[in-house]
């Protein structure tokens, strides 16, 4: 299972791309609020309705986590002890987290980007504590996949895809959305 991480301010597109594209490609993917309800407001004011809270997610069942930018999302994120402790743990056990636009940020404050590549929206280059910096859309290395902003959030979702499934069906799913 996917979880896709929620807090007041999140970017629209780099939040619900991930879940419409892995969606398609039949995984199972929930939308976690961070909050205490089920409703979280994007930054741009967009009511959005998660399937759960983050007090119901089991952790356990994590596949990978997906933390969208956007401000101040990012640092609602952040600010969160809950989500900063199962984010860390989940990536120091090997598994897949991916981070778009501004919130690579808190992968590099938690210390999961030491000698790793990575991208992150312009100004936030200095956050990505022990990362080697790369100037592209979407970044993978190894268990790690980060994305600069929210015009990369279909290559980004594609990527996800693929690290959870394999190229053949990320293709297909490009394909089917006139993306290849």
Known sequence: MVAVLFAEGFETIEALTPCDILRRGGVDVRLVSTGSGKTVKSSHGIPVVCDITLDELDPGLVDMFILPGGMPGSNNLYADERVRALVRSHALEGKPTAAICAAPYILGQLGLLQG?????????????????VVSASVVRDGNILTA?????ALDFSLAALEMLTDRALSTKIATAIMKA
Request: charged share 25%.
């Open 148 to 152: 600069n902003g929210a015009g990369a």
């Open 116 to 132: 790793k590549r990575a991208t992150c929206y312009p100004g936030f280059e200095d956050r990505l504590t022990g990362a080697s």
